[in-house]
């Protein structure tokens, strides 16, 4: 009996049960200070002027923040560097940081962000992603086309496919905006060391790259600067991009005191990337033996004021549009669209999560028109070795779809034997 | 009766990995200890789905030692080299390989010293399991593994090795989608069974059965976790989960709005794990961390289907969608 296959006790469970295990709001350093953000409550507007002069007054304020104070690079961002840490003339969604505040407790660092006075000139804001697609609709990014990203997948022939078809089926689906929930929100800490290094513990999922982003802002190398993630209270895609990293780092260097920062759960839902809500409009054709012909899908991706993983995750949506299913005849298009909402990025599933409301309904649909079970449609399509999906991907090894489709059949009270054509002999 | 049960049920596949050709790349180093110990290093942050859990059993059972005798240093960019990103259902595949590969490197490190103390004229004649090396087919003939550590590394050895695995992917072509854009696949059924109140609109899931193809199961328990957390996150987004815009603003940003499901929303979970061992995985392993999630929703959605005769297209199914749901099919009725 080996180790692959059991189930050892994990290493982290007794610190997690008892309450030793470190996260990084546990952690403390002398003379440490704290950090609070101002965020914009606008979706779009000028800053017009940031007045800190109240703020550094409040005891215990040691610094206000602004976008001029940025060392490096004022920009963040998995794909392309679209989200300034601190915004300069522009907010373009809510969650937008203006300021930054620094103090000896989190109390004064509160009221020092109470007090600071940003001076916004209100702009139209861009809200409903198919109305920011449209020809001359103004752009949220002046560098770029409001379309981040599209990506057509083209296989067979989709008008041949229907008129193969005996029934169609056609709706429209949507998803909402999600956010990821996990347990502990945000939280970093940020000091110099000795060596006069910058080490970050932060909650995070993926040390290096939180490396390559800090430097950036920093205007730093690389080898000065030290992730490290402590425990992490979950994570489902919700800490891919920056959020306290960069402001916990400006914090540290400016003032050379280690600084923390702490959401609370209101603030954190502000802070970090939500689920792209998707329109999946859906056209499936089937014979009336219950095989798939065609599908034409349009699936269109709100990302938000930023981009993040927004191309990758609308890539996926595409890939993933058809289903676990052979279909000859595939025509989809997937969009992902700036807007002036909060930004959308990663979040577990990762674009493949959205579609199956649509193609499962869509199959549930076709069996109930052509009066089959809905275990028969999905057997007589369903993915098998050797199989080539809608982007002609041969599945060469591991297929085990079908074998999945039996397991949860018979555990469900259903008798496959019964519900696949000719029965099980045919496999 | 107002309360109306059905059944639902949702297939998925979903390709693991950044994809597309992206550079999906884990590196992990391994060192043995004098006393058959070893300390595996890799840059992947384990967020609370397990990864140092699952690379110290890969790690024990490549070397062929116990898996308590294994400790996993991650997620420090000081001491720890880049692992990628813990996403995309990417960790035991990706940073399994590359365990995998650190310790086969430093296991053939020790055997090539060991054949000699062995008398065997190949490392291929060697096998290690729980702590002892011996000879293949002759498994009287043994050496302690700390013992044969100690003597390889005062003969001047030095058990290290460092893997790095690269998931193979191409990019999709931009005017056609064609392409193979993610390796490997992972697939699932869930069956839901929901009960319907048709007065209040309030929907129940009851149970769902979940199977699904993770290649091989490294750890079983972890398998199941993930299975059950993934339902949670999917009974969530299928009923109550939504966050709430008004001109662009959050205005549900707490858990007393934004409602997420407690251990009483939780539905019974019948986890069934499919091995279909995946070639290119570590172990045949290939990830069930996002794939978990994917089927939910559309199961608890075909449920209620099955149970009211109502297609719900709108996430979360919320009793208001329900009930207007119900109202318009009466409507159409009469």
Redesign the interface.
């Given at each position: 009996m080996?180790?692959?296959?059991?189930?050892?006790a994990?290493?982290?469970a007794r610190a997690k049960v008892t309450g030793e295990a470190i996260y990084p709001a546990d952690i403390v350093f002398p003379g440490m200070i704290y950090g609070q953000a101002i965020r914009s409550?606008?979706?779009?507007a000028r800053i017009v002027n940031i007045d800190t002069a109240a703020a550094l007054k409040v005891p215990g304020v040691l610094c206000v923040l602004t976008a001029r104070d940025i060392p490096g690079h004022n920009g963040q961002g998995v794909l392309f560097q679209d989200m300034p840490v601190l915004a300069r003339n522009e907010v373009r969604?809510?969650n937008d940081v203006v300021a930054l505040v620094g103090a000896t407790t989190p109390a004064a660092a509160r009221e020092g962000a109470a007090r600071i006075k940003v001076d916004y000139e209100e702009l139209p804001?861009l809200?409903d992603p198919v109305a920011a697609m449209q020809p001359g609709a103004p752009r949220v990014h002046p560098d770029r086309e409001n379309i981040i990203y599209h990506?057509?997948?083209?296989?067979g022939d989709v008008k041949a496919g229907f008129a193969a078809a005996d029934v169609v089926v056609e709706?429209?689906?949507?998803?909402?905006?999600?956010?990821h929930?996990f347990l502990q929100p945000e939280a970093a800490v940020a000091r110099l060391d000795e060596r006069g290094h910058l080490v970050i513990y932060v909650a995070?999922?993926?040390?290096?790259?939180d490396?390559t982003e800090v430097a950036r802002v920093l205007g730093w190398n690389q080898d000065r600067?030290?992730?490290?993630?402590p425990?992490?209270?979950?994570?489902?895609?919700g800490?891919?991009d920056m959020t306290l990293q960069t402001l916990v780092a400006l914090l540290a260097v400016h003032t050379r005191r280690p600084a923390k920062m702490v959401l609370s759960?209101?603030?954190?839902?502000?802070a970090h990337s939500?689920r792209h809500p998707m329109i999946m409009r859906y056209k499936t054709g089937a014979t009336r033996e219950g095989k798939l012909t065609a599908l034409e899908a349009e699936i269109i991706g709100d990302s938000g004021a930023y981009c993040s993983w927004a191309p990758?995750v609308l890539?996926?949506a595409?890939?993933?549009a058809t289903?676990?299913y052979v279909i000859p005849n595939v025509k989809?298009d997937a969009y992902a669209v700036y807007t002036?909402?909060?930004f959308t990025g990663?979040m577990?599933?990762?674009g493949?999560?959205q579609p199956?409301?649509a193609?499962?309904?869509q199959m549930?649909?076709l069996a109930a028109r052509l009066g089959i079970h809905?275990?028969t449609i999905?057997w007589l399509n369903?993915?098998r070795q050797g199989d080539v999906t809608?982007?002609?991907?041969?599945?060469e090894?591991?297929?085990?779809?079908t074998?999945?489709?039996l397991?949860?059949?018979r555990?469900?009270g259903w008798s496959p034997d019964e519900l696949i054509p000719g029965g099980m002999q045919d496999e | 009766m107002s309360k109306k049960r059905g059944t639902g049920m949702a297939c998925c596949f979903y390709g693991t990995g950044y994809g597309n050709g992206f550079p999906d790349v884990s590196t992990a180093n391994v060192e043995i200890h004098d006393d058959g110990s070893a300390t595996v290093h890799t840059g992947a942050v384990d967020c609370g789905q397990g990864s140092n859990t699952i690379l110290a059993q890969i790690a024990a059972e490549e070397l062929g030692i116990p898996y308590n005798w294994v400790t996993v240093v991650s997620a420090d960019t000081d001491t720890t080299p880049d692992a990628g990103t813990t996403a995309a259902t990417r960790q035991t595949y990706a940073s399994g390989n590359a365990v995998q590969m650190a310790c086969r490197q430093a296991r053939e490190t020790l055997f090539e010293y060991t054949r000699s103390l062995l008398g065997v004229n190949t490392i291929a004649g060697l096998v290690a399991r729980e702590g002892v090396i011996y000879v293949k087919g002759y498994p009287e003939k043994y050496i302690t593994y700390p013992e044969a550590a100690a003597r390889a590394r005062l003969a001047g050895c030095r058990l290290v090795g460092q893997g790095t695995f690269v998931t193979h992917t191409t990019a999709v072509d931009r005017e056609t989608g064609q392409g193979a854009p993610y390796w490997p696949y992972a697939f699932g059924t869930q069956i839901a069974e929901v009960e319907v109140d048709t007065e209040t609109g309030e929907v129940r899931v009851l149970k769902l059965v979940a199977a699904h193809d993770v290649g091989r199961a490294v750890n079983r328990q972890g398998v199941e976790g993930q299975i059950a957390g993934g339902i949670g996150q999917g009974v969530g987004m299928a009923l109550m989960e939504k966050v709430h815009l008004k001109q662009g603003r959050i205005i549900n940003n707490s858990f007393s709005t934004y409602l997420i499901p407690t251990t009483l929303d939780m539905p019974e979970v019948q986890p069934l794990i499919v091995e279909s061992y995946e070639p290119t995985g570590p172990y045949g392993a290939k990830g069930v961390g996002e794939p978990a999630t994917i089927p939910t929703v559309p199961a608890i959605i075909n449920a209620i289907y099955d149970a009211i005769g109502v297609r719900i297209t709108e996430l979360p199914a919320t009793p208001e969608k329900i009930l207007a749901a119900l109202r318009a099919k009466e409507g159409e009725k009469q």
């Open positions: 080996g180790a692959i296959g059991a189930s050892p994990r290493g982290d409550p606008h979706p779009h969604s809510v804001a809200l990506l057509p997948v083209r296989k709706n429209t689906y949507r998803t909402q905006f999600l956010d929930a995070t999922q993926y040390v290096h790259w490396r600067v030290r992730i490290v993630a425990a992490v209270g979950g994570a489902f895609g800490r891919e759960r209101e603030e954190s839902f502000f939500k990758n890539r996926k595409a890939i993933h289903g676990p989809i002036n909402n909060p990663a577990r599933g990762f493949a999560t199956p409301l193609y499962e309904s549930d649909e809905p275990f999905r369903a993915f809608a982007t002609g991907q041969v599945l090894s591991s297929v085990g779809l074998e999945t489709m397991q949860a059949a555990a469900a | -």
